[in-house]
């Protein structure tokens, strides 16, 4: 299912700007169109993200498979992605050999006080994290995931329920996971296919056990607990 684009905040070095994402990208992708504008491979990016304008704690994406979506990153027009180049001084410097060049910076209070960005686009139309009732709608949202974990419980079976469609497996993990973000309760599951994303553990951290690829972490809204039998991803017809 197709999912609208969001604008976030990334940063550099170099660069300070708002750039419209696709939800339905990839990490490979996402990495390869931040190539485009700030110069750094792919392959040495380091993406810290701030979920929110006020974080001071970032979550380092770098740990995140390839082949993740932008959407399991949990990646909201709210959020400001920082880049980072791993590479060595000298091999930054051997890629202009121009040293003596001076770019453009454009620190955080001289940004907010322009009149042609995304940010005060969005701030005069009061959309996003400007609308008046961003904070009650978000109050809402945690307080509705708190009280669907209440009604979970670990070892049960159940189903998703949101755009990524039907989905089965067992809860495994309620709880918070400080990896992804602070103020979440998320639902540790593990699928009945590999349709996962780990093994129950998260940037190093274990919450549960499961085989590699059977393992996710979802909110609890997006979970719907239930005597759902195991279900094949794959029909007889699809055997080899």
Request: charged residues 30%.
């Amino acid at each position: 299912m197709n999912m609208s684009d969001i604008t976030v905040h990334f940063t550099s070095q170099l660069t300070n700007s708002e750039r419209r994402i696709s939800p339905n990208w990839s990490f490979e992708y996402l990495k390869q169109r931040i190539e485009n504008f700030t110069g750094i491979p792919p392959n040495s990016q380091q993406l810290l993200l701030f979920p929110t304008s006020i974080s001071t704690d970032p979550v380092d994406l770098s740990s995140n498979d390839d082949s993740t979506a932008v959407l399991d990153l949990n990646i909201t027009s709210d959020s400001r992605v920082q880049i980072n180049d791993t590479r060595p001084l000298s091999e930054q410097e051997d890629l202009t050999n121009e040293s003596d060049i001076k770019y453009f910076e454009l620190d955080e209070k001289d940004y907010e006080k322009r009149s042609d960005t995304v940010r005060r686009w969005k701030q005069d139309n009061q959309l996003g994290r400007f609308h008046p009732d961003f904070k009650t709608k978000k109050k809402e949202q945690l307080q509705n995931n708190k009280v669907r974990a209440q009604q979970l419980c670990v070892g049960a079976r159940f189903r998703t329920i949101n755009e990524i469609g039907e989905r089965r497996g067992v809860i495994k993990y309620i709880g918070k996971v400080l990896e992804i973000d602070f103020e979440n309760i998320w639902t540790g599951v593990e699928f009945d296919e590999p349709v996962g994303k780990n093994d129950g553990s998260i940037k190093g951290v274990r919450y549960f056990s499961c085989k590699p690829g059977y393992g996710g972490f979802l909110k609890p809204v997006q979970v719907e607990q239930g005597d759902f039998q195991e279900e094949s991803l794959f029909s007889d017809d699809d055997e080899i």
